[in-house]
């Protein structure tokens, strides 16, 4: 049973628009939320954190959104580059988790010139 | 300024075959991670180390085993490495032991007949 999900396997978006990536979670008790990108062949990429005491974190062009009644977490990537173009992963973790974080199965985005 | 070095970055194996995956950072960071990614999945943690001389089990331990040989490394050993070892993996870093792994190095390949 998948604890953290990404239902979208891939997402395709022109560039200068917004790349908008989503993340669903089942288990309540995950308070902290993190966002990796990952090009081929290479390791994965820190992007953003969001920690459940707030619902909005900024980075530069990257903002992750999250509503915890919901249990969904959201990345926006505006505006959207060619160099974009990657896996996404969220991951999840809680108090009983520890640095045990669960990743999602990722998107892919293509960012399209 | 290498980040996390990972050797090798390919190998292949026969079923009983061991070996020892070896990791280093040059950033000073205190937690490590060993991780490994199926097809079609997000990662998984095998171990990580919040500090040196600490190690700790991750969500898929069984047929590993792990050494913090100093702040700057580790290593992940297969005893008897079994086709289900098949994987990408991956060592990661981070400054702190809270809020996941931030600096990845990219990946070893490994394939077990």
């Known amino acids: 049973d998948q604890q953290v999900k990404q239902n979208s396997p891939s997402l395709s978006v022109q560039e200068g628009r917004i790349s908008i990536l989503n993340c669903d979670y089942t288990n309540s008790m995950f308070d902290y939320f993190l966002w990796y990108k990952k090009y081929p062949a290479e390791g994965p990429t820190f992007l953003i954190s969001?920690?459940?005491?707030?619902d909005k974190n900024e980075d530069g062009r990257f903002t992750v959104f999250l509503n915890k009644s919901a249990k969904h977490l959201s990345l926006h990537i505006v505006p959207s580059q060619p160099g974009d173009s990657a896996v996404y992963f969220c991951?999840?973790?809680?108090?009983?988790?520890?640095?045990?974080?669960?990743f999602g199965p990722g998107t892919r985005l293509s960012v399209l010139p | 300024n290498a980040g996390v070095t990972q050797t090798p970055k390919f190998q292949v194996l026969k079923t009983g075959q061991s070996m020892t995956l070896q990791c280093a950072q040059d950033?000073?960071?205190?937690?490590m991670y060993w991780y490994r990614q199926d097809p079609g999945m997000g990662l998984r943690l095998i171990y990580y180390s919040a500090s040196e001389g600490t190690t700790d089990k991750g969500e898929v331990p069984n047929g590993y085993n792990v050494s913090r040989l100093n702040k700057r490394e580790f290593s992940l050993r297969l005893e008897s490495a079994a086709p289900s070892q098949t994987s990408v993996y991956f060592c990661?870093?981070?400054?702190?032991?809270?809020?996941?792994?931030?600096?990845f190095g990219a990946g070893t390949r490994l394939s077990v007949l």
């Open positions: 969001i920690s459940s005491i707030k």
């Open positions: 990661a870093s981070s400054e702190g032991p809270v809020g996941g792994a931030k600096s």
């Open positions: 991951a999840a973790s809680g108090l009983d988790y520890g640095q045990n974080f669960v």
């Open positions: 950033m000073n960071h205190n937690s």
